[in-house]
C-alpha cells in the first residue's frame, strides 16, 4: 500500500501536513486516498467506513478534505430530521443557496436527482465531490430507497461524486434484504494504548515539559485503560486531573523527573476520579471546585445517590398496588387480599413452566381495573374514587414512574406497567409503613 | 311593556340592550347571590381580600425560590464567563455543555410560576436568549428544533426595537417558515450576526441591562420545563446534534426534574450524558412551602377571612394526599373566599376592625335579624339577663353597639390566639413523638376542633413538659418570650412581662442552688436506713409503698416548684387564649365552614355523580315526578336509569331477554296500562328499540360489557346490588 507522503496528484507539502495531523491513522489515510485517486478522477461510487467512537473516522475525513482542499458536503444524519434537510445541505455545500432553495416543499429523491444533475451541467465537476455522511447507521431508519440510492448516486447523477458513509456498526447490519450496490469497505481499528499514549501526549500543556506530560498520560493510561478506551473521555480525564498531577511540582516537594513520588500522589486521586466523574456522577466542574477545596470536607453525593422521591399519600400506594400488580401473577390476588384465604402454599399456584423469579422476569402490563382493586383493598382508610385518583395515575406515567403499555387512544381499560426497582418500592411503602415484601408473590415462603 | 303571545306573533321585538351587555365579575357574583342587597360590598371586599392574598403568595414564593434562582443565574454567569477565558483547561473541556439540574417536586403545575420569573430574571440580568420548552409540544426532533429556534430568535423581534435587527430577524424567520426544516446552523448564523452587530453597535442605543454590554457572547439558554415528559430519544439527538456547535455557540441547558436526578441516568445513555456537565440544585420541598404559605395565610390576624376546621382538614388533606400543589391548596382558599362571602350577607362584617365597626352601624333590620338568628349569638344571649335579652332582641341600636363590641372582641381573641398558639407549638414540638403534632397546623386543627386542654394528647404533652430539665425548658421560654415581644396587644404586652419575670426567677435560683441540694439530701436517706434493717418481706414491701409515698409528699425543690408554677401559667394562657373559634361569639362572621361545598367542588366523583344520577333523576333533573321517598326509580324515570335499576337486582351475568321482559313491564305500567289490560308487559318494537338503546348507554357509561361466557348475556362490572 502506498505511503500517504507520495500519493499522485497531491501537493507533497499538504501530504506531509496531513501526514502530521493525522497519527496513528497513516494507514488508513493512505488506503483513502489511494482509492479516492487524483482529484479529477473518477472514484469508487461508495465507501463506508466503520470504527468504534472516538476511533478518528470524521477527523480523517475533515483533515484530508479540508488540507486537500476537496469539494465536499458533511452531513451529520442526526441532525437530518427529515431527508429534505439532508438534500438541502448537499446542494448548498455544492452549489450555493439558490440551488437549494430550488428543491419543493417536501421533495422525494428523485427531486432531488433533478435539481442536483440540472446544477451539476451548469458547473460540472472538475475534481470528485464527496458527500461524508456521518452517524449513517441511522440512515437505516429513513425511507428504503435512501440507502441504495446514495450508494450509486454516481450513476443516478451521472456526475464524479462519491459518498462516503461513516458508521459504528459493520456493514452487515446494513445491507438491506432487496439488495444493494456493496460500498467499498473500511475499517478503522481501536487505538492500541502506545497509540493513545502518543495522541494523548501531543495536546500538552504549553507550560510544562513534553516528557512530563507524557510520564502523566501514562500514568493515566496504567489507570483507565482497562475501563475506557475512548479517545475523548481520556483526553477530558487527563485535562481534569492534571492540576492534581502538578500540585507537588508547584509546592515544590518534587521534580518534574521524579515520577514515583508523582505516580504516588495522583493513583489513589485517580481511581476516585474512575467511580465519579468518569460515570458521570460528578460533573466535570464540581469536580474541578473539590480539588481546589484541598480537604475533602464531605463527599459530594452523585446523580444516582438522589433517589427519594416525595410523593403524595395516595400516589405512594397507587405505586405500591401497580407494583404488586406488575409482579405478582394475577391469580395470586386472591391470596393475598382476600380476608379468608386459607393457607395456600407456593408449591400450589406454581405452574410447571413458572421457575424464573417474577423479578428476574420484569414487569408484567396489567389493567386499570386490576391496579384500582389492589389500591382500594391495600389503602387503610375508605377513599372515594374521586377525579383526582385517576389524574394521579396519568401524573405517575409522566414521571415515567409507571408506563402506559396500551396506546394512548385506547380509553377503554388502558393498561399499564410498573417502572420503578424493587429497593425504589421498598422505600416508598416504608414511609407509609406497608410491608411489601408480604405481599409480593416471589418472596413468599 | 305587556303583550299578549298573539302580539309577539305580528311585531318584531328587538330584544333590549340591556341583555346584550356581557355580565362582569360583580354580576355573576350577585346572581343567585344571598341577602342581595349589600353584594356591591362584599363583592368589594372580596376581591380586596383576594387581591391581598395574591400579591402576598406572590411575595412569598418569590422569597422562597430566591436562594435557588440565585445559585441558579451564578451557575449561568459562571458558565458563560467560564467560556470566555482560555487557559488549558478549560480549552480542553470545552465541549461539554453546562447543564443545571433543577429539582422541583412531583407538583408539575406549580412548577410554571418557578420557571416564569426563572426565565425573567434570566433575561434580566444574564441573557437575552432563553428558550423554554415543555414535552407536549415537542413530540418529535423536529418540533423541539422549531420550537427552541422560534422562541430564540422570535423573542429578539418583541424585545428589540432597532430597526436594523428587526428586518434581519424578520428575514431569518421567515427564512425559517418558507424551509421544510430548521436546523442550528440557522441559529449560528444568527448568533453570530446577532453578536458582531451588539459588538459594533453603538453602546449609547442599548436600553438593555449592563450585564448584557461587558458580556460580548451572552449565553443560549434552553429550559426543558417537564424533563421526565420528554421523549428520551427526541431529548438524546437534540443534544448530540447541540454537541456538535457546541464550540460556535455558547449553549447552556436547564432540566426541571420532577422526581429525582437519577432520572438523567435513565432517560440518557453515557455517550450522551458526558457531553453535558451537569451540577444539582434542589429546590425548597413542597411541604415547606405549604408550611410557610399557611404561616403566613392562614396563622395571622391580617386576614380577617379564615377557614373553620373542617374546611381547612380537606384542604389539608387534598394537598397531603392528593397533589402536593401549593397552587391548588391557594385556589382552595379562594373558592372558600368567595363561597363565604356570597353566601354569608353577614359577611360585609369580615374586614379589618375599623371597617367592620363602620360596616356593623350600616347593617339593616334585615341584617340584624340575621345576627338574632346565628347560633353563637343565641348562645351570647342566653347568658344575659332576662331584660337586657329583651332589650336585644328588639332595640336595633342597642344591638348594634353590643354587635361593635363583639366584633372588637372577636378581634381581640385573633391578636391573642396566634401568638399563643406559636409558644404552645415551640414548647410541645420538642417533645418526644410529638404529642401535639410535628407541624403548627396540626396543633392549630386541634386548637380549632375543640377546647384543646381538654385533649389526651395536650394533657400527655403538659406531663412531659414538666419532666423537662432546667436548661431545656429555658432556651423554650426564651423563645416564647421573642415571639410574644413584638405583640402589641394588651394581654400579650402582660404575658412577656409575667415570662421575663420567670425567666430571672429561674435564673436566680443558680445561686440559691446549693443551700437546698442538703436538706434534700437528708429526706431520701432516712428511709434508706430504716430498709438496712428489715429483712422480712412484708415489712420490705410496706416500707418500699411509704418511701414512695413520702417521695410523692416529698418536699419539692425549688426548681420543681418553679417549672410547675411556669407550666400553670402556660396552661391558663391557652384556657384563655386557645379556645375553639365556635365559642366566640360572632364567629360566623369571619369563619367558613361548608366542608362540603369545598370538597364537592376541588374534589369530584365522577362515579358517584353518574350513579347518583341513575339512581335518584330526581336530584339533577329537578322533575316533580320523578320524586319517590323510599330511594326507589319512578316507572316514568328515563329508560337509562330504569335499566339500570333493574340491572341492580342481577347477577354477574345479566339475561338480556329476562331484563327486556322486567323492562317492558315497568314501562307498561308507566303508560298506565294496568296489569289487567291486554298488552300489559308485551314488547312492541318501540320499547324494544328504547331498551337497547338503554343498554347500550348503560355499555357507554362502563356498567355492563359484552361477554362470550354464556349466549345472551351481559357481564356486570360493578359489585353490589340494591
Redesign the interface.
Known amino acids: 500500500m502506498a505511503a500517504l507522503s507520495q500519493q499522485p496528484g497531491y501537493e507533497e507539502e499538504k501530504l506531509r501536513k496531513v501526514t502530521e495531523l493525522l497519527p496513528c491513522r497513516e494507514l488508513q489515510a493512505g488506503f483513502l486516498l489511494s482509492v479516492m485517486g487524483q482529484p479529477q478522477q473518477y472514484s469508487y461510487p461508495s465507501i463506508f467506513i466503520y470504527g468504534h467512537?472516538a476511533s478518528g473516522k470524521s477527523h480523517v475525513m475533515q483533515v484530508l478534505f479540508k488540507e486537500l482542499e476537496l469539494p465536499h458536503a458533511t452531513v451529520?444524519c442526526?441532525?437530518c430530521?427529515?431527508v429534505?434537510?439532508l438534500f438541502?445541505?448537499v446542494l448548498l455545500s455544492f452549489f450555493g443557496y439558490e440551488a437549494a432553495s430550488l428543491l419543493p416543499?417536501?421533495p422525494s429523491l428523485s427531486d432531488f436527482v433533478r435539481i442536483y444533475r440540472q446544477q451539476c451541467s451548469r458547473s460540472p465537476a472538475k475534481q470528485t465531490r464527496y458527500i461524508v455522511m456521518e452517524k449513517s447507521e441511522l440512515l437505516r431508519d429513513a425511507d428504503a430507497n435512501l440507502l441504495p440510492a446514495l450508494l450509486r448516486l454516481q450513476e443516478l447523477v451521472e456526475d464524479n461524486i462519491t459518498v462516503i458513509l461513516l458508521s459504528e456498526i459493520s456493514w452487515d447490519k446494513f445491507r438491506p434484504n432487496t439488495g444493494c450496490f456493496e460500498p467499498l469497505l473500511l475499517h478503522f481499528p481501536d487505538y492500541s494504548k502506545v497509540e493513545l499514549q502518543q495522541i494523548l501526549s501531543l495536546?500538552r500543556?504549553?507550560?510544562y515539559s513534553a516528557e512530563f506530560y507524557s510520564s502523566y498520560i501514562n500514568i493515566l493510561l496504567g489507570v483507565f485503560y482497562s475501563v475506557c478506551r475512548d479517545l475523548?473521555?481520556l483526553?477530558?480525564l487527563?485535562?481534569?486531573n492534571?492540576?492534581k498531577f502538578c500540585e507537588p511540582l508547584a509546592e515544590g516537594k518534587v521534580k518534574e523527573t521524579d515520577t514515583h513520588k508523582l505516580w504516588r500522589n495522583i493513583e489513589p486521586h485517580l481511581k476516585k476520579a474512575m467511580q465519579t466523574v468518569y460515570?458521570?456522577e460528578v460533573?466535570?466542574?464540581?469536580w474541578?471546585q473539590m480539588q481546589q477545596m484541598e480537604k475533602e470536607a464531605e463527599p459530594l453525593r452523585g446523580?444516582?445517590a438522589?433517589?427519594?422521591?416525595?410523593?403524595?399519600?395516595?400516589?405512594k400506594f397507587l405505586l405500591i398496588a401497580a407494583y404488586l400488580a406488575s409482579y405478582n401473577p394475577a391469580r395470586t390476588d386472591k391470596r393475598f387480599f382476600l380476608k379468608h384465604h386459607g393457607k395456600i402454599r407456593k408449591t400450589h399456584f406454581q405452574k410447571k413452566n413458572e421457575k424464573a423469579s417474577n423479578h428476574l422476569l420484569g414487569p408484567k402490563p396489567f389493567p386499570l381495573d386490576r391496579l384500582l382493586a389492589i389500591f382500594y383493598s391495600v389503602v387503610d382508610s375508605r377513599v372515594?374514587?374521586?377525579?383526582?385518583?385517576f389524574s394521579?395515575i396519568s401524573?405517575l406515567v409522566?414521571?415515567?414512574?409507571l408506563t402506559q403499555v396500551s396506546h394512548d387512544d385506547q380509553l377503554d381499560a388502558p393498561k399499564y406497567k410498573c417502572a420503578v426497582p424493587l429497593d425504589f418500592i421498598c422505600a416508598i411503602s416504608r414511609t407509609v409503613n406497608f410491608d411489601i415484601v408480604k405481599y409480593l408473590y416471589d418472596f413468599l415462603q | 311593556m305587556a303583550t299578549s303571545s298573539v302580539s309577539k306573533g305580528c311585531f318584531v321585538f328587538k330584544p333590549s340592550a340591556k341583555k346584550k351587555k356581557t355580565l362582569s365579575l360583580e354580576d355573576y357574583f350577585s346572581d343567585g347571590c344571598e341577602g342581595a342587597e349589600n353584594s356591591e360590598v362584599r363583592f368589594k371586599l372580596c376581591q380586596d381580600l383576594w387581591d391581598k392574598i395574591k400579591t402576598e403568595t406572590e411575595i412569598l414564593q418569590d422569597e422562597l425560590n430566591r436562594n435557588i434562582l440565585d445559585s441558579l443565574l451564578d451557575f449561568t454567569k459562571k458558565c458563560s464567563s467560564a467560556r470566555q477565558h482560555s487557559d488549558?483547561?478549560s480549552q480542553?473541556?470545552a465541549?461539554?455543555i453546562?447543564?443545571a439540574?433543577l429539582?422541583l417536586?412531583?407538583n408539575?403545575p406549580d412548577h410554571d410560576m418557578t420557571f416564569q420569573s426563572l426565565f425573567e430574571l434570566l433575561q434580566q440580568s444574564v441573557t437575552p436568549h432563553v428558550a423554554s420548552v415543555q414535552?407536549k409540544e415537542c413530540g418529535?426532533?423536529?418540533h423541539l428544533?422549531k420550537r427552541v429556534l422560534e422562541r430564540l430568535m422570535g423573542a429578539v423581534v418583541s424585545v428589540d426595537d432597532e430597526e436594523q435587527a428587526e428586518e434581519t430577524a424578520e428575514q431569518t424567520i421567515a427564512q425559517l417558515h418558507k424551509?421544510?426544516?430548521c436546523?442550528?446552523s440557522t441559529l449560528c448564523d444568527w448568533y453570530s450576526t446577532r453578536t458582531r452587530k451588539s459588538s459594533t453597535g453603538t453602546p449609547g442605543k442599548k436600553r438593555s441591562s449592563p450585564a448584557k454590554d461587558d458580556q460580548q457572547e451572552p449565553p443560549i439558554v434552553v429550559i426543558f420545563k417537564?424533563f421526565?415528559?420528554f421523549n428520551a430519544s427526541v431529548l438524546q439527538?437534540f443534544i448530540?446534534?447541540c454537541s456538535?456547535y457546541v464550540d460556535r455557540l455558547p449553549l447552556l441547558f436547564i432540566f426541571g426534574i420532577?422526581?429525582?436526578?437519577?432520572?438523567?441516568?435513565?432517560m440518557l445513555p453515557?455517550?450522551v450524558?458526558?457531553l453535558?456537565?451537569?451540577?444539582?440544585f434542589?429546590s425548597l420541598?413542597?411541604?415547606q412551602h405549604l408550611a410557610t404559605v399557611i404561616d403566613k395565610l392562614i396563622l395571622t390576624p391580617w386576614l380577617p377571612f379564615k377557614l373553620n376546621s373542617k374546611v381547612m382538614l380537606v384542604l389539608l388533606s387534598?394537598?397531603?394526599?392528593?397533589?402536593?400543589s401549593v397552587r391548588n391548596f391557594i385556589k382552595g382558599v379562594q373558592l372558600a373566599l368567595i363561597e363565604h362571602f356570597h353566601t354569608q350577607p353577614l359577611s360585609v362584617l369580615c374586614c379589618n376592625k375599623e371597617e367592620s365597626l363602620l360596616n356593623v352601624m350600616q347593617l339593616n333590620h334585615h341584617n340584624l335579624e340575621r345576627i338574632r338568628q346565628l347560633a353563637s349569638f343565641k348562645g351570647y344571649l342566653e347568658k344575659q339577663e332576662p331584660k337586657e335579652q329583651a332589650k336585644l332582641l328588639q332595640d336595633n341600636t342597642h344591638l348594634k353597639d353590643v354587635c361593635q363590641r363583639l366584633i372588637k372582641d372577636l378581634h381581640k381573641y385573633h391578636k391573642n390566639y396566634y401568638p399563643i398558639l406559636r409558644c404552645l407549638h415551640t414548647l410541645t414540638s420538642a417533645l418526644p413523638r410529638y404529642p401535639l403534632g410535628k407541624q403548627i397546623r396540626e396543633l392549630h386543627l386541634i386548637c380549632l376542633e375543640k377546647d384543646v386542654w381538654e385533649n389526651e394528647d395536650y394533657q400527655s404533652a403538659m406531663k412531659l413538659l414538666k419532666m423537662l430539665a432546667k436548661d431545656e425548658l429555658v432556651t423554650l421560654l426564651q423563645r416564647c418570650a421573642d415571639i410574644l415581644q413584638p405583640i402589641k396587644s394588651k394581654k400579650m404586652k402582660k404575658a412577656h412581662v409575667q415570662l421575663e419575670e420567670l425567666l430571672t426567677k429561674f435564673k436566680q435560683l443558680d445561686t440559691a442552688a446549693g443551700e437546698t441540694a442538703q436538706s434534700e439530701g437528708e429526706s431520701i436517706i432516712s428511709p434508706v436506713k430504716t430498709l438496712q434493717k428489715k429483712t422480712d418481706l412484708f415489712q420490705l414491701q410496706k416500707t418500699l409503698l411509704e418511701m414512695n409515698e413520702s417521695r410523692r409528699a416529698k418536699k419539692l425543690s425549688p426548681f420543681e416548684v418553679l417549672r410547675n408554677e411556669t407550666l400553670e401559667w402556660i396552661d391558663s394562657l391557652v384556657r384563655n387564649h386557645l379556645s375553639p373559634p365556635e365559642s366566640q361569639t360572632l364567629n360566623e362572621v369571619c369563619y367558613y365552614s361548608s366542608s362540603a361545598t369545598v370538597r364537592r367542588h376541588l374534589?369530584?366523583?365522577?362515579?358517584?355523580s353518574i350513579q347518583a344520577a341513575l339512581s335518584s333523576p330526581y336530584y339533577y333533573l329537578q322533575n316533580e315526578n320523578l320524586k319517590t321517598e323510599d330511594g326507589s326509580v319512578s316507572n316514568a324515570a328515563p329508560d337509562i336509569c330504569i335499566a339500570y335499576k333493574l340491572h341492580l337486582e342481577c347477577g354477574r351475568l345479566i339475561n338480556l331477554f329476562d331484563w327486556l321482559e322486567a323492562y317492558a313491564t315497568v314501562v307498561s305500567a308507566a303508560e298506565g296500562n294496568g296489569p289487567e289490560s291486554e298488552n300489559f308487559g308485551k314488547v312492541d318494537e318501540v320499547k324494544h328499540a328504547r331498551f337497547i338503546q338503554a343498554v347500550s348507554e348503560l355499555e357507554f357509561l362502563g356498567f355492563i360489557k359484552s361477554t362470550k361466557q354464556k349466549t345472551d348475556h351481559v357481564a356486570r362490572l360493578t359489585w353490589g346490588g340494591c
Open positions: 467512537r451529520s442526526v441532525e430530521v427529515s429534505a434537510s438541502e445541505h416543499r417536501s495536546d500543556n504549553p507550560s475523548r473521555e483526553r477530558h487527563a485535562a481534569l492534571f492540576s460515570l458521570r460533573s466535570s466542574h464540581q474541578e446523580l444516582s438522589h433517589t427519594h422521591v416525595e410523593l403524595p399519600y395516595y400516589s372515594a374514587p374521586t377525579a383526582s385518583i394521579q401524573s409522566t414521571l415515567q414512574l | 488549558w483547561a480542553m473541556r465541549s461539554e453546562p447543564t439540574a429539582v417536586g412531583v408539575v414535552a418529535a426532533l423536529k428544533m424551509s421544510a426544516h436546523s442550528l417537564d421526565e415528559a439527538d448530540l446534534i456538535r420532577a422526581t429525582s436526578p437519577s432520572t438523567i441516568q435513565h453515557h455517550s450524558s458526558s453535558l456537565c451537569i451540577e444539582l434542589q420541598s413542597c411541604t387534598i394537598f397531603l394526599y392528593h397533589d402536593f374534589n369530584a366523583t365522577p362515579r358517584m
